[in-house]
């Protein structure tokens, strides 16, 4: 299976955005060993688009097409496909329903234009949109196959990740199987663990061992080739005991999880319960928290306290604590924490204080922090010094939080 | 001038990276009036790479190439290209003594291969790389301009701005200015947008109206081209004023911003203070409030009331109110918001609660959100059904806070 990304849209030609859904594609067709040859980006422009298209048939035998799904004139991705390969469009049932039940549940009247995405080549397979209205497709002509796919990211990825992975390996009808695994690590940069693990990403081509930085985290993905799916996981246990032996104490989890994600099972497993004190963050914490579904069992609230004078009168810092020590300090954490545990009555208050910039606090400089941690017999507090940007220090400070409790929690 | 974007880097095609290079010029080219018809992206494959290059000669009449041009075996863009061309390459001294240069400033011994990066296409314009090794360049064989740049986009940025534009400025012997405004609009769909727009987004070609739509909100970009920068901004104008008189209900704001930056703004201008009662957004509001430089002096903080129980012992509210009504409901967002502006003496409180799912609530289907906002005089509920996901549904919340806010403001 070679295969070429056709992305459509003219907001990617005038450099709008940036073409992330060929990356994540790619990525995940190199995953299950279909070879990308080439990306193409076009505007929406059917004359263009068509003969993209007809280029790409002389190249290739998959071709997947992003964008031009939506209900707006400018969309005309299906059309110009059926226009090359002769095909008719057809009203889908279902997918029109789910539009129909879209606009009923938020009570807004449905234009006609919108029924335009509930059309979709004859004789393909349709893949629905749990994110949105347009549907995906697949047909195949002439021994090419041509899979039309949303152009929204949060439309196309569960799309893709629920719907089309599992339909591609159903066509691939290969013996050989491609297994990934990733492993989640925080408190560790990327070349630093990289360089713990240099030998062995260097040696190792069955697993291969590739790491990758973002938001403050390093993820490691292994991806191991056998015949079976237990011989590829097989493969990648010896490696990743070795992985373990070097970098482990930064580990956190596997696959698709967040360090917000384990806190979240861990307290829930446990019945504890948080409550947090925000300052510099002013409710990241709270938000990361009940981003997660049920969280609402444990995580009784939470305080923004970003004055003084919050701090004082509504968590009950003791004013001589500000005033000596100051708000950005290892002391008003200790109290922000035992307070919001107290005022919430809580197993556990967490409490985060610093200065996020731009500008330094108290002769503080920006990227100060102090993460309270109190439960009824101890409080611990955490100092740090971050780097970056105001929105990277308080996503990397939420991070810490949820990454400090995850280790007292596990001892 | 009609160009193609020629990226040239197996790790595109893996997925490892996004194509972010063919964004930045494509959004430098708009400014500057080239069209970009097409992007391309190829891997590390010289006959790939020329099958690319000789089907562009046949549908542009510029192709810019990004990547290939390092030491290694794999760099392969411009042996590729003069191969094409019928071009000897050839050392360019400038280059070379650059390279020898880097590698006596960090001290280690230069190798073979990095002189291959001195080479470039014979009668080309050459531009130096002031933040790598590998130099830019451009010929014109046959009517076609070929224009090479280096992939790393910390060497390519700054190498475009400071000689790739004004080189190509200098070439388009125009007047042509190409402008772009972008108007920012909340509470409004795209296709009602759209619908309510048709036939100026159909009449219109100068000015040009693209709506696009991200993240629960809709922008559309004006673009016009004129002879000067002042008469392109004109041509806006007369577009804009009628837009306005369509949807200006829901615009809020111009180019670079976003709701809460807005907000952020309005309240800093008029000294006004804001505290948050959050239960099913959990912080989000608070969090995307103090994102914004600046906020501390408008946000006087804020509950996270997730529970009934905080409800009721921090922040105030009747018991009655929730036994009667439910957690989720208008009377209990009025309360939220009213008892939250006197418990931090702010000029405004705001309330956010209602089910983010996945399960309903109270009998009340996921998506039933309300958002309160009290003054001294008076307190109004906004009653909202969302659909989507949880993250959705909390995100465009907080979303619809900050525009009523912003509405309520505004007079």
Redesign the interface.
């Known amino acids: 299976m070679n295969a070429e990304i056709i992305?459509v849209g003219?907001?990617?030609?005038?450099?709008?955005?940036?073409?992330?859904n060929?990356?994540?594609?790619?990525?995940?067709?190199?995953e299950i060993g279909v070879n990308?040859?080439?990306?193409?980006?076009?505007?929406d422009n059917p004359e263009?688009l068509e003969?993209?298209i007809k280029?790409a048939q002389t190249?290739v035998d998959t071709i997947i097409f992003s964008g031009g799904l939506?209900?707006?004139?400018?969309d005309l991705t299906k059309e110009t496909i059926a226009k090359v390969l002769g095909l008719n469009l057809i009203e889908d049932e279902l997918a029109l329903v789910r539009i129909r039940d879209?606009f009923k549940?938020?009570?807004?009247a449905m234009?006609d234009?919108?029924r335009k995405q509930a059309h979709v080549l004859e004789g393909s397979t349709v893949f629905p949109n749990d994110?949105g209205m347009a549907p995906g497709m697949s047909v195949t002509v002439d021994q090419i196959t041509y899979l039309l796919l949303p152009g929204?990211p949060?439309e196309m990825k569960p799309m893709f990740d629920s719907y089309v992975r599992p339909f591609l390996l159903n066509q691939l009808h290969e013996q050989t199987v491609i297994t990934s695994k990733i492993l989640h690590f925080f408190g560790i940069g990327e070349a630093q663990l990289e360089t713990e693990l240099e030998d062995l990403i260097d040696k190792q081509t069955n697993p291969t061992i590739a790491p990758l930085a973002s938001d403050g985290e390093v993820v490691i993905r292994l991806t191991a080739k056998a015949e079976t799916v237990e011989n590829a996981q097989a493969l990648m246990v010896e490696t990743e005991k070795e992985i373990f032996a070097r970098v482990g104490d930064y580990f956190y989890g596997y696959d698709d999880t967040s360090l917000f994600h384990e806190l979240v099972k861990l307290l829930k497993d446990r019945s504890i319960t948080v409550a947090?004190a925000?300052s510099?963050?002013?409710?990241?914490?709270?938000?990361s928290?009940?981003?997660e579904?049920g969280?609402?069992t444990v995580?009784?609230?939470?305080?923004?306290?970003?004055?003084n004078?919050?701090k004082m009168n509504?968590l009950g810092v003791e004013e001589s604590t500000l005033i000596q020590h100051g708000a950005v300090s290892e002391e008003t954490a200790r109290e922000m924490a035992q307070k919001v545990r107290e005022?919430?009555?809580s197993n556990i208050g967490i409490s985060f204080t610093g200065v996020?910039?731009?500008a330094e606090q108290e002769g503080k400089p920006v990227g100060t922090v102090f993460i309270g941690l109190a439960d009824a017999h101890l409080t611990e507090v955490h100092a740090l010094t971050l780097a970056g940007s105001?929105?990277s220090i308080?996503l990397r400070s939420v991070k810490y939080g949820a990454y400090y409790l995850l280790k007292k929690l596990l001892g």
Request: net charge positive; charged share 20%; hydrophobic share 30%.
């Open positions: 992305a003219s907001e990617l030609l005038l450099g709008q955005i940036a073409n992330t060929a990356q994540f594609i790619s990525r995940n067709l190199a990308v040859f080439y990306h193409t980006t076009v505007g263009r003969k993209a280029h190249r939506g209900p707006t004139k400018d879209y549940k938020v009570n807004r234009t234009n919108n994110n929204p949060k947090s925000e510099l963050t002013g409710g990241f914490f709270g938000e928290l009940t981003n579904k969280a609402s995580f009784s609230g939470g305080m923004i306290t970003y004055s004078e919050a509504l005022r919430y009555q996020a910039g731009p105001r929105h308080r």
